[in-house]
């Protein structure tokens, strides 16, 4: 592989030299023979960017082989070359404060720019994966800007940033999961010799689709082809409402999606959950509080297992922190002080991760929670449950593509998409859903 970026670094050279001398030259025979030649090297250092793709993903491959025989004991005498694995360590083309702009070269390369084709292509070979469909084609968005403006977003999607994640697989459209359906069971032995309880595991398959989230906004050809100067950033106005609109709507979609029409299914339409409904023409606190706890009970009852968070809409953790008792004395009280008689402790102005706790567990609030439930389309809902049970699989790749839509007005769609598999119904039982007219639009 060493070899083959050596080679495509020399044509790449020999091709910005022939580039600066046709710029000076006028046109004659000798203007079109190094014309000529610089399009072979263009055609050639592609070729050599295919090769080194395959170079890399035949040497990763290889080198997972290894790591899997290694942890099984396996002696390697049949795995061929041990020299096939070679590192590479080049810089990032693109990174925060480098010399070049991601979205100028992502359109100056369409426009033909050879010399933006060439950086987005070691860019591709550094990022790009296969994600397994052809559904759509992007260019990869380099890490630093997802890594730069997703805790942005991500601070608006609170339940996205408590589920756990693991890597999306490379190829398919669909995701299995095994859930078990049957467990092993002990007993005691009636009698010495005598058979003891035999109960064999079972399991099914949790099928997920893989899910496409996708954003878009419109661009002048101005900004495109003229915004990516060192010292502006055009990154910075386009990825933060992009990132931000993905990742807010990803969010939502975890918490409310249907299971269908491109939808995963979200903790609210889980079927099989626990509920707990609250009935209340004029909700307080201390009314509010023992259905929370019986909310616990059931996933710790039915799921075998410790409930491990609280999800609510701000608007109902303001309901909490709101109340007090018979001297006025508030019923959540700030962290800061010292507990007596409270039914939690948090902060009535945070919003997100962890925003206080009710019965020692966390309470995470979350703006995408629904508000408009019941038949007066005025309540939101409470949810009780075991995190890990829920599995998010990603791609952490965010894929970026141009399309021309109006050239007579010099516009440009930029469109930003990812793919993702919810795997919210593994264990219905330890979830529980509080709902009912006692989760009315709170009043202060």
Known sequence: MKKLIEARDSKVAELDGLVAELDEMEAGEDFDAKFARSNELHTEVKELNDKIEEAREAAETLKAVKESRMELNVEDEDLGDKEAIVEVNEPDMYRKGGEHSFIADAWRSKQGD?????RIGKHQDHEARDIGTGAFTGLVVPQYLVDEYAPIARAGAAVYNAIPKKPLPDFGMKVEVSRITTGSQ?????????????????????TVNVDTVAGQQDVSRQALERGGQPGFSLESIIFQDLVAAYYGKLDELMI??????????????????????YTDATPTVGEAFPKIADAVQKVNANRFAPATAIIMHPRRWGFFTAGVDGNSRPLVLPSGNNPDNAVGIGEAAAYGNVVGNILGLPVITDANVTTTDGGGNDQDQIYVLKVDDHIL????????????????????????????????GRYPAGMTKIQGTGLITPSF
């Open 256 to 277: 409310e999606g249907s299971g269908s029409s491109g939808q995963p299914l979200g903790i609210r339409n889980v079927s099989g959950q626990n509920t707990v409904t």
């Open 186 to 206: 002990a007993a005691e032995q009636a009698s010495q010799n005598s058979a003891v309880q035999e109960t064999n595991i079972d399991d099914t398959l949790l």
């Open 393 to 424: 699989f990603e791609d952490n790749l965010m894929q970026l593509k141009f399309e021309e839509t109006n050239a007579g007005s010099l516009t440009t769609k930029m469109v930003v998409y990812g793919y993702s598999a919810f795997a919210s």
């Open 114 to 118: 050879y010399k933006a084709q060439e």
